[in-house]
Structure formats: C-alpha cells, structure tokens
C-alpha cells in the first residue's frame, strides 16, 4: 500500500517509550490550549499530549488498518489539515480478527478534529484507503455526514484527494527522562 510521510519528533529508545522532550512551538501553541479548553486529556496519564506523529499524505496514500494500542493513554486526537480524507473503521470478529468491510467511514474535513476513545479505541481498528477519489459520499454511508462544517464540498458525492497533512496526538504512557534514556543507550 502507499503509504503516507511520517514526521516523528522525540520518539523513544523502546517502542512504546518516548524520550522526554518538549514539542516545537507549531505543534502546541493554539492547540493545547484548545485542547485543555474542551477538557480533551483531562483524564490522561499526563494530563495532556506528550505525542505528536505529522503525517503527510499524497492524492494515492494511505495507511493500512490497524489499532493504536496500549502504549497510549487511550484518546487520540487527529487534526486534519489542508484536505479531506475519509477514515475506515473496521470491527473485530470473535477471533479477534479485522472484519473485511468498514463499518463505518468517517469524513475527515480539513480542519477538522477527530476524537477517537473508549470502545472506539479499544475494540476497533482504523485505516485510510488509498484512492485518488473518495466516492458514495453521503448521509447514508458516512458515519458523521451530519456533524460536518461544509457539506457544499461533498455534495456530489465524490472528492478528489489532495495533500493532506494530520497532526495526530496522544499521550505516551511511558516516558523516559532523556539522562536514564542516554544510561540506557551507553550500555549497549
Ligand atoms: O493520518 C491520520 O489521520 C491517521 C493516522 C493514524 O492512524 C496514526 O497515526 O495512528
Ligand atoms: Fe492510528
């Protein structure tokens, strides 16, 4: 699949550890203040995001299916900036596998944010096909068609990709202090 760029500032030593660091200014001015405002990550293990994966996406790109995990607190949020793109929810069978289809598709407007939390994050998994159009879209078939800002821009039913950047936050459980972070790397 083509997938999108990533951009990760302060990622761990172990994977699911992040090296403490503060997030550059663009990441956190305005928006962790509007965060706090709407009470976002009041309940989270840091009281805030500690996290921040940029992820670009061309017209063609998305990413495979797949959950969050437990390496986070448990709510992401996903601002989306400069395009639209749809997001596929898929449930999980009793073997715990990925059903086929999505059960529900979720119109991501630019601008927009996306809170994704309790069952939603634990028992199902998420992922952006990787079209250059996005078709059927209507109030039928789109989960949030009636929570959206602008529908004029979907109305015929199909949207061209574009560029297509997300800013994609979470607090980090595990958090190393970059002094134990530098012991654990010297002692490889
Ligand atoms: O770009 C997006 O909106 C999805 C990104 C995502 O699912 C992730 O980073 O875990
Ligand atoms: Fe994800």
């Known amino acids: 699949m083509a997938t999108s760029n990533v951009l990760e500032l302060a990622a761990g030593p172990a994977k ?6 503060p997030m550059p200014a ?22 805030a995001p500690n996290h921040c994966l940029v992820n670009e996406y061309q017209p063609g790109q998305g990413i495979m299916p797949h959950e969050d995990g437990p390496a986070y607190f448990p709510i992401t949020a996903t601002i989306s900036l400069a395009a639209h793109t749809v997001l596929n929810i898929y449930k999980k069978n009793e073997q715990g596998e990925r059903e086929a289809a999505p059960i529900w598709r979720i ?10 939390t309790g069952s939603m994050y634990k028992d199902t ?64």
């Open 107 to 116: 119109l991501q407007e630019p601008r927009s944010l996306l809170l994704t």
């Open 26 to 47: 663009f990441l956190t001015k305005i928006i962790l203040d509007k965060f706090k405002e709407l009470h976002i990550f009041d309940d989270s293990a840091h009281g």
């Open 16 to 21: 699911d550890k992040l090296i403490d660091a």
């Open 125 to 188: 998994l998420h992922g952006i096909s990787d079209l250059e159009q996005d078709t059927d879209l209507q109030s039928g078939s789109i989960a949030n068609w009636q929570l959206l800002g602008d529908k004029s821009s979907f109305e015929n039913g199909t949207a061209d990709r574009q560029t297509r950047v997300s800013l994609t936050y979470r607090d980090v459980l595990k958090v190393a202090k970059i002094g134990s972070a530098l012991k654990f790397m010297s002692k490889k």
